[in-house]
């Protein structure tokens, strides 16, 4: 969109009737709606009917006189909306027994992804661990630009999956690669026809993978291999300091050297879930987020959170970021609810804005050899810097026993959980897997109510009951979180068709990438014996 016209995006809360007009002038934005589930752009220009809405009439008399400001209809049509949604949707279905003869606990997962950045920061990676037991599943929400998302999306499942082999299987691979034969392979990926990987960079990452696992042979300790918890937290730790320390030397070639120096200065959150015979492990840094849904015996729902959100919102994660600081700086390094007054995660990879020295980064900055203007990177340090790092990639793992009542895993970035709450995202993901609709009883203040009321209440009810429109579950939940609902209680098409049409440079004002995979479980594999 040029800068010499003037957007005006009227969304009418009456007649859902979406229209553009343009005019001469820039184009002025109210950021404060950017949650509001009504959208609104705070301008002057004209009315969705091509008249001022300023109350000048001699204006608007003019403006009688002169050609019509042309009125765009902007609203997006069913199937254009469909071809949207769905263009990164994903569903795969996993064999029933894993490569090692067992019974596999999981018997699919459907994933989707929604850009509002241009380009899309979020990524997302499922692999099967081939050397041990159990599936990877991670969503990546990437800031400041993709670079530090795309980099941990490719290599962090190779950091978990090498921790966890054997020192045995660790050899294997290192005399493969002194021999030069084939190594044995280590991942089992399930990639979208979208998905891309650095490849100018995939030797640098063998060649760092593999003093990896050489300095884990060095260890006494490896022998049979770290268990699961620890090599969640290890992998994390140890790819971002690989991070940090690809950016700080020299590369073979200028390429590799920018795309470091962009995913150390970018940076991402991650939520990683490693399933396997015995359970769910969730490592988790940021605010990506990993929600169980479970059935009771009664049929009912409920949603189980398997992750925390180290945010603001956090105490326990204030207390932490805190601890690690002089006193002094208590009432700084938590400004507006960000670190720093400037990030909200406050755990993440990449990031060295706020882990390196002023020195270092400057160093950097100044005398890698990078073009800064190209790479879209400045010399910036945020405020009341003085006692770095303040941000670590450290996660916190949690673990959960699967149970025959544990149906499906939610695994979304933020974007996702800006617009629905646990036991909504739940509850939409159990309606489109058994097809029935919950409908909460007629409280006791209901059965007082009039017939008109009764009528809504019936209208409500019967809306809530529409079948999906989409297969893929992560689809459906990316739909509703959009969409909303009305008075009625139906999924808002209007504020859907609009929040789709937004252009690139305004799309983020008003929400964020969405990343969702929805992992079912064998529920079967986790029911207790009749002996038992």
């Not at 190594?183 to 760092?208: F, T």
Request: net charge negative.
């Amino acid at each position: 969109m040029s800068s010499n016209m003037c957007t005006r995006l009227l969304c009418h809360v009456g007649s859902g009737r979406l229209s553009v007009c343009f005019s001469g002038g820039w184009y002025a934005l109210s950021s404060s709606s950017c949650h509001s589930k009504v959208l609104h752009f705070q301008a002057r220009a004209y009315s969705s009917h091509g008249r001022r809405s300023d109350g000048d009439s001699s204006q608007g008399r003019m403006q009688g006189l002169s050609t019509p400001v042309p009125e765009l209809d902007f609203q997006l049509s069913r199937l254009q909306i469909d071809g949207v949604l769905r263009a990164n949707e994903q569903s795969v279905r996993i064999p029933e027994f894993d490569r090692r003869g067992g019974p596999s606990p999981v018997l699919k997962f459907e994933s989707n992804q929604l850009a509002a950045n241009s380009p899309l920061e979020d990524r997302r990676s499922t692999a099967t661990c081939l050397q041990t037991r159990g599936m990877l599943f991670g969503v990546f929400d990437g800031h400041g630009g993709h670079a530090c998302a795309q980099v941990v999306s490719e290599r962090l499942h190779y950091y978990i999956a090498v921790a966890m082999m054997s020192e045995s299987g660790l050899e294997d691979l290192e005399a493969a690669m002194e021999t030069l034969r084939p190594v044995p392979p280590i991942l089992q990926w399930y990639k979208h026809h979208n998905d891309y990987n650095y490849r100018e960079s995939a030797s640098l990452y063998v060649n760092h993978l593999r003093v990896y696992w050489q300095e884990l042979l060095a260890s006494e300790e490896h022998g049979d291999g770290m268990s699961t918890s620890e090599a969640l937290s290890y992998a994390f730790q140890r790819l971002d300091t690989d991070l940090s320390l690809e950016a700080q030397v020299p590369l073979a070639s200028d390429l590799m050297h920018n795309t470091a120096v962009q995913a150390a200065f970018a940076g991402c959150t991650a939520c990683v879930a490693h399933v396997g015979p015995e359970g769910i492990y969730v490592a988790n840094a940021g605010d990506c987020r990993a929600v169980l849904g479970v059935q009771e015996s009664d049929g009912s729902w409920s949603a189980l959170p398997l992750s925390q959100d180290h945010n603001a919102a956090n105490a326990a994660e204030l207390q932490r970021v805190r601890s690690q600081h002089p006193s002094s700086e208590h009432q700084t390094v938590i400004v507006d609810d960000r670190l720093l007054g400037v990030l909200m995660p406050l755990r993440a990879f990449g990031d060295v804005r706020f882990k390196w020295s002023r020195e270092l980064q400057q160093s950097v900055l100044e005398s890698g050899g990078c073009d800064l203007e190209a790479l879209n990177l400045y010399q910036y340090t945020p405020p009341n810097y003085l006692t770095p790092p303040y941000l670590e990639a450290t996660p916190e793992v949690t673990y959960h026993r699967l149970r025959p009542q544990d149906r499906f895993m939610i695994l979304a970035s933020d974007g996702l959980w800006d617009e629905l709450d646990n036991e909504e995202a739940v509850r939409l993901v159990a309606e489109h897997l058994t097809g029935i609709h919950l409908q909460a009883p007629v409280s006791a203040s209901q059965r007082q109510i009039s017939l008109g009321q009764m009528h809504q209440l019936l209208l409500r009810r019967r809306a809530r009951a529409t079948p999906a429109l989409d297969l893929n579950a992560a689809t459906h939940l990316i739909r509703h979180a959009l969409g909303g609902t009305n008075d009625y209680g139906e999924m808002d098409q209007e504020r859907l068709a609009a929040m789709l049409a937004l252009p690139d440079d305004l799309a983020r004002m008003y929400r964020d990438d969405i990343t969702v995979t929805v992992v079912y479980f064998n529920s079967s594999l986790n029911k207790p014996s009749r002996n038992n």
